[in-house]
């Protein structure tokens, strides 16, 4: 269910409204180095490859399946630009501060150790990089209804608390948020 749910249509006309905000609210030089974290389909990525004009837009997903449809939805774009990996958010193969920035589009809630996936994230931005995050909060996905159709780990998830107090401690400063602290949170993040 949630597979349909994240490459169906509401989720891309979503996607094309986050993009816009994070556009509207800071830019990003021509030519930077550009991760997006849980790419899914890719449908992500076009917004990214249109909006920012990444050098390099690195594609990572824990999905096999997922970066395969990824490779076929963007494969009329210049491949050398791209790179599509299998991997896990705790573990990001990059250098330390060797990233201008990274997109997730709601991946770090399904992360089991989402302190550690939120580090790596830290780890991997240089200095002023950006993390452009949409993210949900449990009281939108383990309610009655959905967590009987999607699949989300139970146990120490974060709250608008918790994720603001992560931030800090990584020195994390959130520029710009809109947020609920029912539903989840849209926002960037910079590396002090």
Sequence with gaps: ????????????AAQYLEIKWFKKTRTMKTGADVLEVGCGRGAGARLIIDNFKPARLYLLDLDVLMIEKARR????????????????ANSLPFEDDSLD???????????????HGLHEITRV?????????LEFYPELYQNFI????????EYDRFKSRDL?????????TLIKTLE?????????????
Aim: glycine fraction near 10%.
């Design 101 to 115: 920035a990274v997109f997730g589009f709601g991946f770090l809630h399904h992360v089991l150790d989402w302190r």
């Design 125 to 133: 931005l240089k200095k002023g990089g950006a993390y452009y995050l």
């Design 1 to 12: 269910m949630e597979r349909w749910f994240v490459n169906s249509p509401f989720r891309l």
């Design 164 to 172: 603001h107090d992560a931030f800090a401690d990584l020195k994390l």
């Design 180 to 192: 609920s602290k029912y539903l989840g949170i849209l926002g960037i993040a910079v590396k002090n």
């Design 73 to 88: 939805y963007l494969s009329d774009v210049k491949a050398e630009n791209m790179l599509f990996g299998v991997g896990n």
């Design 146 to 153: 959905t967590k009987r159709l999607l699949v989300h780990p």
